[in-house]
Structures are given as structure tokens and as C-alpha cells.
């Protein structure tokens, strides 16, 4: 998720622990702190190789089974810079730490990114699709309740904020449930038999949810909001990618056709050709307006590249303002009508 409620998570974990209210606010500071740190993945680039994030983002510094060496290099780095002015013992600092460092790959498997949460054993990305990687319903209250702990000197407000989370976690498990139901529902009335199907939570919210399900040749992308006010957005269908059909000149051999496979695996096959340029494949899992194919990634590959030559990594963020205005519409247009 959002650097904010991964940190505002790993502080409150860290602040509910506290038996001593004198150390309320270093053990939300280390807390915070170890909470963002697994995100310093982020930074394994290669001038040369533009794919090479999408492997380690999310990868072993967010598995559960590093969890404890997370603690350990996050709080040495912390007690060497602020022992002289705290009076916590190492041992007080690693445990503050490894607290707010185990939040961060469970919080970041709710989304629908995916995280490597068994690493070493399984590169497997494990997502439970339930909450966007931003939503400030789930932020806000949480953030709020560590901020009160620290003014207050009180760890029951930080626990409340653990409350929270957990509550709106399981009303978002609830939701996800129903929107994969109402998904299946459509897929009947049009007479499909899927053969996997998916629902994700749309930016910002947990009410309406881009739902995906997939046919032999082909991926069938709709929006539906759940729960209150039921409603179906019916989308748009593609043509599942073919290589042979899309792109006839690709060398197989080759770096790029290596990197599509590369991007195949990171998408866990949701992958299809642009229907506006041909030679860009995209990751038809997200999108601003949940039943839209208008992705927000992409890959580029080219007839002319050299063998050795990688693809070209796209983000597109062209028209943000457009999409949120759609899905808002989406969330509470016929309620804003009746106003």
C-alpha cells in the first residue's frame, strides 16, 4: 500500500505493544520507520534492464520468512542514529522494529498487487484482493488513532487503530465475496463458463470492484458495486494474448520476447494486446475506471529492436482526473442525482 498506512500500520502494531507509556513515541517512530523499510526494494534497478523491478519489488524484503533479519538490520540502523537520545536497550529497539516490519508484506497481500510472502520457498505473489493500494477509509481513521497515541501517551489508541484495520479488512474480504458472486452472475446471463475469474477493489474504495473473468481465448472485463446499491458497469471484452497472431515477426529468442514472458508472469497472465497500439501488451488487471481496458502499465516491443534489445517499460497516467471522476460516478452518481 501507500507509504503512509504502511508506516501509520507498523506504528501502531509497535505503539499497542508498549507496556511503558514513556516510550509510546519511539516505539511509534521505530515502528513507522520499520514499516517502510521492505519498500527500499524499490530501489534494485538497472540502467540496462527496465524489467528488472518488477521481479524484486514486493519480492524477499516483504517475505514473512525475512521478517526477523528486517528487524534486526532496521533497528541497528536506527539505535546507531538515536540511541543518544533515547534510553531504549537494542533489545527494546528490535523488538519495536521487527513489530512494524512484519506489518508491511501481510498489509501489501490485502491488495492486488501481489507480494512474495513465501520466499525463499515459493516466488509465488500471493494477493487476497481486498483493499486498494491507496484508500483513505482505511488510512485516515488508522493514522488519526497513532497520532492520538502519541499525544495522548496512551496505547489504547493505537490498538483501537489495529481495530480498525482489522474491521475494514473483513467488511472488504465481505464485499470481495459479493462482487465475485455478482461477476459469476454475469458470466451466467451471458451463457460463459470461466475458467478463472477475479474481482479488485477500484482506486480508493471497497464498494465498487473491477471484476475479470477469463474464457479460452479471451478476458471479459466488467465493474460491479457491491453491497449497497448493487449495480452491474458492464465493459468491454479482449482476445487473450497469442504471439503467433499478434505478433508475427517477434523472434522468439530474443531479449524482448524473454521480457514479454517476464511481464506474462508478473501480470499472472492477465496480459493482452493494446487496442490502440498494437505493439504495446498490457496488464489488463488495473485501470482508473475499473471497467476499462485504458491500463495503467504497459510494455513496448519493436519489429526493428536488435535481438539483445529489452522492451520498453510504459506507465500511463494521462487523464487520472477523467478516470476519478467516472468512478466516482460510479460510487455515489445516483445518489448525488437525488440530492
Not at 127 to 135: A, E, M, P, Q, R
Not at 177 to 182: R, S
Not at 303 to 327: C, F, Q, V
Request: charged fraction near 20%; proline fraction near 5%; charge should be neutral.
Amino acid at each position: 500500500m501507500d507509504l503512509l498506512t504502511q508506516g501509520a500500520l507498523g506504528a501502531a502494531l509497535s505503539q499497542a505493544s508498549c507496556l511503558d507509556k514513556r516510550q509510546i513515541v519511539v516505539a511509534g517512530l521505530c515502528g513507522f520507520l520499520a514499516g517502510l523499510a521492505p519498500d527500499l526494494d524499490a530501489l534494485i534497478r538497472s540502467p540496462t534492464d527496465p524489467l528488472i523491478f518488477l521481479k524484486y519489488h514486493r519480492h524477499f524484503t516483504h517475505s514473512l520468512f525475512f521478517i526477523p533479519l528486517g528487524g534486526v538490520l532496521t533497528a541497528l540502523c536506527i539505535h546507531t542514529l538515536l540511541k543518544r537520545k533515547w534510553s531504549l536497550t537494542f533489545m527494546q529497539t528490535f523488538l519495536y522494529c521487527t513489530l512494524g516490519y512484519a506489518t508491511h508484506g501481510l498489509l501489501d497481500a490485502t491488495t492486488s498487487y501481489g507480494t512474495s510472502l513465501l520466499w525463499p520457498f515459493s516466488d509465488a505473489r500471493i494477493s487476497w484482493n481486498l483493499v486498494s493500494i491507496i484508500d483513505p477509509l482505511f488510512t485516515v481513521p488508522l493514522a488519526a488513532l497513532v497520532l492520538l497515541s502519541v499525544f495522548k501517551r496512551q496505547p489504547c489508541y493505537a490498538r483501537a487503530g489495529l481495530c480498525w484495520a482489522l474491521l475494514y479488512l473483513t467488511a472488504a474480504g465481505l464485499q470481495h465475496g459479493t462482487a465475485l458472486d455478482m461477476a459469476r452472475e454475469l458470466a451466467a446471463e451471458r451463457g460463459h463458463v470461466p475458467t478463472r475469474i477475479e474481482a479488485k477493489p477500484s482506486f480508493g474504495n471497497i464498494l465498487v470492484w473491477k471484476t475479470i473473468y477469463e474464457r479460452p481465448e479471451s478476458f471479459h472485463i466488467d465493474a460491479v458495486r457491491a453491497g449497497i446499491a448493487p449495480k452491474v458497469f458492464e465493459g468491454t471484452s479482449l482476445q487473450k494474448l497469442n504471439l503467433a497472431r499478434d505478433l508475427p515477426w517477434l523472434d522468439t529468442d530474443s531479449q524482448q520476447s524473454k521480457d514479454i514472458e517476464r511481464f506474462r508472469s508478473f501480470s499472472l497472465g492477465y496480459i493482452a494486446q493494446s487496442p490502440q497500439e498494437p505493439n504495446r501488451l498490457i496488464d489488463i488487471r488495473y485501470s482508473f475506471v475499473p471497467n476499462d481496458v485504458n491500463a495503467l502499465w504497459s510494455i513496448e516491443v519493436s519489429p526493428d529492436a536488435t535481438a539483445d534489445a529489452h522492451a520498453k517499460y510504459l506507465t500511463h497516467r494521462d487523464n487520472p482526473r477523467d478516470g476519478l471522476t467516472t468512478l466516482w460516478g460510479m460510487i455515489a452518481g445516483e445518489w448525488v442525482r437525488r440530492l
